[in-house]
């Protein structure tokens, strides 16, 4: 099985560029994605509309930075 883990792009569009880059490049995506958190709202979404698309499971653990949000639905 093979497993990309990622986190802590905060946020910085050339990080989430160069790791959506580098997962495009892989050919065949991994089995399963596994997000450990803090990637920042907009990062999150650009990234986990990419990964959606190559239909391979996401696990998402939310970071420390996010656990600060008083709403659920803000996550």
């Given amino acids: 099985m093979k497993i990309l883990a990622f986190s802590g792009s905060h946020e910085n569009p050339v990080v989430t560029s ?3 880059e580098r997962v495009r490049s892989l050919g065949e995506p991994p089995d399963i ?3 450990a958190g803090d990637l920042g ?3 999150m979404s650009t990234i986990f509309k990419t990964l959606t698309d190559l239909d ?6 939310l970071g420390n930075h996010i656990l600060h ?7």
């Fill in 33 to 35: 994605f596994v997000s």
């Fill in 18 to 20: 160069a790791f959506l």
């Fill in 56 to 61: 391979r499971p996401i696990l998402y653990v």
């Fill in 69 to 75: 949000h008083p709403k659920i639905k803000d996550v």
């Fill in 41 to 43: 709202p907009k990062s």
